[in-house]
């Protein structure tokens, strides 16, 4: 199959419609990853099937632990843009703000969202764990792909959460390892038993939230 090919069986495969638009948006990003890539080493993933299924798609899992409507989210150590671009591709309405330390991915994540015309979104090039006070209590959602443990994201990300606000991982079948390690089980509000497109792959969207917000 062709990219866009898979794209779109995949997209069927977790139920997210997408214009023709947002797909051209998918494939305009998945070629200026590639290309950027030979110089900047953004991603180990090579192949447009790769990055469309273990990138593009296992991103987009994140919206079926979203609710509807406006949201403002941080995407914390996006790397490439995941989950942050794919997810602003398909929900536009989120305002997100892609947070990374790397200038390479940084300066690719501006000229992504340039390329893509990406309103609401905002590219910071620091570690997330600085965060400044104008950030205190500020977001509806701030998910992570694969960067921080749960008790480390706990800890570094409820300061920016408002009341009823939400944390999001995206973890492996060890999370109950995980879980039992870090003594955070209490703070689990679901997990989302999820499997990414084409190849199966188990997924589990925890969905965290902090009972009290901890200073700075």
């Not at 296992?58 to 941080?74: Q, R, V």
């Not at 991915?105 to 990406?118: C, D, E, G, N």
């Not at 009341?163 to 039992?180: D, F, H, M, Q, V």
Request: net charge neutral.
């Amino acid at each position: 199959m062709i990219a866009e090919e898979i794209l779109i069986k995949g997209l069927k495969e977790i139920d997210i419609s997408c214009s023709s638009g947002q797909i051209r948006s998918f494939m305009t990003y998945l070629a200026e990853l590639k290309k950027w890539n030979r110089a900047y080493n953004l991603t180990a993933l090579k192949k447009d099937e790769d990055i469309i299924i273990k990138h593009f798609l296992d991103s987009l899992l994140y919206i079926k632990a979203f609710p509807e409507g406006e949201l403002k989210l941080i995407d914390a150590g996006t790397g490439a843009g995941f989950p942050g671009i794919p997810i602003k591709i398909v929900r536009p309405e989120i305002d997100i703000t892609l947070i990374e330390s790397s200038r390479k991915k940084t300066a690719f994540l501006r000229h992504i969202a340039r390329s893509l015309r990406l309103a609401d979104l905002k590219v910071l090039e620091q570690r997330f764990e600085h965060l400044g006070e104008e950030h205190e209590r500020a977001y509806d959602l701030i998910v992570s792909r694969a960067t921080f443990g749960i008790s480390e994201f706990l800890k570094i990300a409820c300061p920016y959460v408002r009341e009823g606000g939400r944390l999001i991982l995206n973890k492996g079948p060890k999370l109950p390892e995980e879980l039992i390690k870090s003594g955070a089980a209490e703070a689990v509000l679901e997990v989302l038993k999820l499997r990414l497109p084409i190849t199966n792959d188990e997924r589990n969207l925890v969905v965290l939230e902090c009972e009290y917000l901890p200073p700075l």
